[in-house]
């Protein structure tokens, strides 16, 4: 039975995901059927009673000028009303393309909405007949949808005069060569509209756009410039640097549908390394402004089965250490500044679908890219927070994170809690380790955790600390960590974890990875930050017996009832052994809780180094096989796609 049902969710989860990326592959551009023709197509829609516009050259339909499509926008609701229209092929059909009015999957203008989401309902809600036949934008609208299509989606290539152009030393395009005389056009509109244009250059228009409230939101300019060299130059390029200190600084806005989870959403926020700064409800007009003008008024349910609703909660936020986003992660999401943004938004929404059925998945969560989008998301949302008072909680932060010492360089790592860094110390380099605000737990077990065990030689010692702080020596490690742990170190792990335990804690989270072998200062022990009080006492063997480390919380699972702190993830791992050491010692858990001859493990080791270096081996070419997982998710997609009749 329990097979049964892991089969038919697997085969759900195959299906929903196929049905997800023909959406997000399909695009926006769609062909009708020469068989239907264009006059029995939009006699269809009107039929279907389906919510449309087309939005320009419009005038000679049905007829359809060669090498011309037909640009369409429609109702989010009344996509799948349409859908079965579309059997031309490229080769095959009159071109259409097909935008939605929140910029559904496969009908969005480069992944956001061909307008502010209430413009387009505005032009939809407004429509009128042309021919009898077909649904126009008004005179209004179909001029300044033009002035839009002409700025913010054509740019340059419009043909129009630009100041911007020569002042950052742009070609414009030979005026043979755009596809329309945009100025005769827009003259023509305004005069049909009865609207008296500024000068026809590119600026001019813009300013005239902003009066008329059809001016792009700031995040979509932001991606509509990826693209287009004049919103870049227009808006972006000239914008001053921020200080330093609102490095990290950025704004999450959790929709209707996760305010229940407000708690989970703090606590995964707080976890993942950032420091909450403002965490306040956006009620009535603030939460109909937020709609309005952030995301371009996108709030659709997007490639999910519902929408998560309009913003209701704003969290805004600093990471004292951000994490450089990779050059594809920039591609993908032009202005990301922090990849820590990207991952934790990630996780969040996984974390709240996972405990809704499938078809209550949706988006909770979205976030500014960077700092500046931030101070927008926040001034819209919120115009009365006082940016003086961020910006005094920001320089403290950024005061407590910093330390007396030159830094070489900061080890690789997500900085949950903590950066490591290479600094100069005296004539030499040491380790400096400096704590998040709010983590200042974690540094006071590391300490106390080298009190307790300065009788053992593995402790490694503290040099200096400061408030939030502290300096330790460096150590060149020469630990061959594509080979099995020496026995003999393997042994050392077992007297440190049994020191501690008899004084009463636990090492919990501590990993192979926390081994250093100096040449000449031999095995040392690093990274104490989640060892606590053990809340069983009784079950603590403090005699020193071979038993005494049954039970213990880095080789066994942590007790569901516990209390303190837990790395991610751990609460649900059912055995941390072979999950972290396994692979390295290539002994079963029971030959390293007791206190076994080395060489009695040593013939053990025999009979498990292949099932350890085949763990270890999986794991350190993790990215290949997911690489391959990719690769084969794409030939059962397209066999699906087969199966299913899609082209």
Not at 88 to 95: L, V
Not at 136 to 150: E, G, N, T
Not at 557 to 584: C, E, H, I, K, Q
């Amino acid at each position: 039975m329990k097979s049964a049902r892991l089969v038919r969710h697997s085969i759900e989860r195959l299906l929903d995901f196929i049905r997800r990326d023909m959406l997000r592959k399909k695009g926006k551009r769609r062909h009708i059927h020469p068989r239907l023709g264009v006059e029995g197509f939009f006699r269809e829609l009107n039929n279907r009673d389906v919510r449309y516009s087309v939005l320009r050259w419009f005038e000679s339909l049905p007829r359809v000028e060669a090498g011309e499509d037909i640009d369409l926008l429609v109702a989010d609701e009344d996509l799948a009303k349409m859908d079965d229209l579309f059997r031309g092929t490229r080769s095959w059909g009159t071109p259409c393309d097909i935008y939605t009015s929140s910029g559904l999957p496969g009908s969005s203008f480069r992944g956001i909405a061909y307008f502010p989401e209430h413009l387009a309902l505005e032009l939809l809600e407004t429509a009128v007949w042309q021919n009898g036949l077909v649904r126009v934008p008004d005179a209004k609208r179909h001029c300044l949808s033009m002035i839009y299509h002409v700025l913010y989606h054509k740019g340059y290539d419009a043909g129009l005069p630009s100041e911007l152009a020569k002042e950052h030393g742009r070609d414009l395009p030979d005026p043979a060569s755009v596809d329309h005389d945009y100025a005769d056009v827009l003259t023509r509109c305004a005069s049909a509209a009865g609207l008296d244009l500024p000068p026809l250059t590119l600026e001019d228009l813009d300013g005239f756009l902003e009066k008329q409230g059809w001016q792009p939101s700031r995040d979509a300019l932001e991606k509509l410039s990826a693209r287009n060299l004049w919103v870049h130059d227009r808006f972006f390029a000239d914008i001053p640097g921020m200080e330093h200190h609102w490095r990290g600084f950025s704004v999450f806005i959790v929709r209707e549908r996760g305010v229940q989870y407000l708690d989970l959403v703090r606590t995964m926020l707080f976890d993942a390394g950032f420091e909450i700064l403002l965490d306040r409800p956006l009620e009535g007009p603030a939460r109909e402004n937020a709609a309005r003008n952030l995301r371009g008024g996108n709030w659709n349910r997007g490639p999910w089965p519902v929408s998560g609703g309009v913003p209701a909660h704003c969290i805004a936020v600093n990471d004292s250490f951000v994490l450089e986003p990779s050059d594809k992660l920039i591609a993908k999401h032009k202005g990301l500044a922090n990849s820590r943004l990207w991952d934790t938004k990630i996780r969040i929404r996984d974390a709240v679908n996972a405990q809704q059925p499938r078809s209550a998945q949706c988006n909770i969560l979205h976030s500014a890219d960077n700092p500046r989008q931030g101070l927008e998301y926040l001034q819209t949302a919120l115009p009365e927070v006082s940016v003086e008072q961020i910006d005094g909680r920001l320089k403290e932060i950024h005061g407590s994170v910093s330390i007396p010492f030159r830094i070489v360089g900061h080890q690789n790592g997500y900085s949950r809690r903590a950066r490591v860094s290479l600094v100069e110390y005296g004539d030499a380099q040491a380790i400096a380790k400096v704590y998040r605000p709010g983590r200042e737990r974690f540094m006071e077990r590391e300490i106390l955790a080298r009190e307790l065990g300065r009788e053992l030689p593995e402790t490694v010692p503290v040099l200096e600390k400061g408030p939030s702080w502290f300096v330790m020596p460096r150590y060149r490690d020469v630990l061959n960590r594509d080979r099995l742990l020496p026995l003999g170190i393997i042994k050392r792990v077992r007297a440190v974890l049994l020191h501690y335990r008899r004084a009463g804690y636990e090492l919990i989270d501590f990993k192979p990875k926390n081994l250093i072998q100096d040449a000449e200062e031999g095995l040392k022990v690093i990274d104490f930050e989640f060892m606590q009080p053990t809340e069983n006492p009784e079950e603590t063997n403090k005699t020193g017996s071979s038993q005494s480390l049954k039970g213990n919380y880095c080789w066994y699972r942590v007790p569901p009832g516990f209390s303190g702190d837990l790395p991610v993830m751990t609460a649900s791992r059912r055995n941390n052994y072979y999950r972290f050491w396994f692979s390295a010692t290539a002994l079963p858990r029971f030959c390293v809780v007791r206190d076994y001859p080395v060489p009695l493990l040593a013939l053990i080791r025999v009979f498990f180094i292949l099932p350890a270096w085949a763990m270890r081996t999986v794991r350190k070419n993790r990215g290949r096989i997911r690489e391959g997982r990719r690769a084969l998710r794409s030939r059962i997609i397209a066999s699906g796609k087969k199966i299913l009749g899609y082209t």
